[in-house]
């Protein structure tokens, strides 16, 4: 049994997002395992190349929760965009990753995405389908993270705030 497959228990759908470089470096056993997951579970599973542009950007509108992993550049913008369309992410804690997300409190009243350690992905994915049952309270924290300013303005205006202020002597 895959990771998939623990996933898939429960009721939801996987779409997979293979990122261009993963598609390049994707082995025949990498192959085979996505056929294996289909075959098993063909009305719940679809896999998308990240080529497909307009494609992507639709399956992230319609995730409510949108797992990464992969490079850290990949996690940060991918993270970003769901958020925007209100899929929560659900990322590796990398030191980069941790500039940008901060995993949710257990009743999503902080936070905005789902962290995890090292091989961790599971026990992060679980929170996010047990938060998720929570229609409320997780429809909520939808909002609240896709208004979040991910732009450099607000960034620029403090650095700038900072640096107009007369230093004491």
């Not at 075959?39 to 929760?65: C, F, K, M, N, Y």
């Not at 208004?147 to 900072?162: D, G, V």
Request: proline share 3%.
């Amino acid at each position: 049994e895959s990771f998939a497959d623990d996933v898939l228990r429960n009721d939801c759908q996987l779409a997979v997002l293979l990122c261009v470089s993963d598609t390049a470096v994707a082995s025949s056993r990498s192959d085979h395992a996505l056929e294996d997951l289909i075959e098993r579970w063909p009305d719940r599973v679809q896999i998308r190349s990240e080529r497909e542009a307009s494609l992507t950007h639709q399956l992230v509108a319609g995730a409510d929760i949108f797992v990464l992993a992969g490079t850290a550049e990949a996690v940060g913008s991918w993270g970003r965009i769901a958020q925007r369309y209100g899929a929560v992410p659900v990322v590796p804690a990398t030191e980069s990753s941790r500039d940008t997300f901060v995993d949710y409190d257990a009743q999503l009243d902080s936070g905005n995405a789902f962290l995890f350690e090292n091989d961790a992905m599971l026990p992060a994915v679980r929170r996010a389908l047990a938060a998720y049952a929570n229609t409320d309270t997780f429809s909520q924290a939808q909002k609240r993270m896709m208004h979040i300013e991910h732009s450099w303005e607000q960034t620029a205006r403090a650095l700038l705030t900072n640096i107009s202020r007369p230093t004491s002597s």
